[in-house]
């Protein structure tokens, strides 16, 4: 089956310290990969997005992926993490042909001062 | 403003009320879908539009109905609400299902 999966459901870093937030997939072929932030009381908004290319993909506020695809995984990185970068997280895939989209269960990102 | 509009925003109703939730958005998007947000279960994919006419299941689709009649918009039909649809629900709409989706700001539905 295909799925996407978000191991840890709670992410707690220091401010300016480097983050992660970890996804890995299981779907056939070269998926598009993605990922949505959502804000308290907010619908989810666009990160960034891996289809081809370069493994490392930049994104919107300062938010870089890693592809790997030996590893079927595609985290989501910032060097300096600011507090209001808390927030929870989406993995989200595009299976090689499907026209659906499968989410992860999201991580709770939480910054400290 | 480019936007994705839903409504109602919060929602109260009985078991068996029929309800549409509508959808629309201005931004001329081939790509229209449905999500539902659960604790611990993610977003999942309720039904999807390709394009004007034509509907697919997404993950969940069990208790549903959609359709496109315009391009801009995607009501989702609920034609006997259960408990079990409780939940906050998006509509979201790209140029094609590999581009950046655009979600609305959801809608709190709860089935008494």
């Known amino acids: 089956a295909q799925s996407v999966a978000q191991p840890e459901d709670q992410v707690n870093v220091a401010e300016g310290n480097p983050l992660t937030v970890k996804c890995t997939y299981s779907?056939?072929?070269?998926?598009?990969l993605f990922w949505y932030v959502q804000y308290p009381n907010r619908g989810l908004q666009f990160l960034l997005k891996?289809?081809?290319?370069?493994?490392l993909v930049k994104g919107s506020y300062g938010f870089e992926a890693e592809f790997n695809k030996s590893q079927t995984s595609f985290h989501l990185k910032k060097p300096s993490a600011l507090v209001s970068d808390s927030a929870l997280y989406f993995c989200?895939?595009?299976?090689?042909?499907?026209?659906?989209?499968?989410f992860g269960t999201g991580t709770r990102l939480t910054v400290i001062p | 403003e480019a936007q994705v509009t839903q409504n109602p925003r919060y929602l109260i109703t009985v078991t068996g009320k029929k309800l549409t939730v509508t959808c629309s958005q201005n931004?001329?998007?081939?790509?229209m879908s449905w999500y539902r947000q659960d604790p611990g279960l993610g977003l999942r994919q309720i039904y999807y539009?390709?394009?004007?006419?034509?509907?697919d299941k997404g993950d969940v689709p069990e208790g549903y109905k959609v359709s496109r009649k315009e391009k801009r918009n995607f009501p989702l039909i609920l034609e006997s609400p259960s408990p079990n649809q409780t939940s906050l629900y998006f509509c979201?709409?790209?140029?094609?299902?590999?581009?950046?989706?655009?979600f609305g700001p959801g809608t709190r539905l709860t089935v008494l």
């Open positions: 979201a709409s790209s140029w094609r299902v590999y581009n950046e989706q655009f």
């Open positions: 779907v056939s072929g070269n998926p598009y």
């Open positions: 891996y289809i081809t290319g370069d493994n």
């Open positions: 989200a895939v595009r299976p090689t042909g499907a026209n659906n989209l499968f």
């Open positions: 931004m001329n998007h081939e790509y």
């Open positions: 539009s390709m394009n004007v006419e034509v509907t």
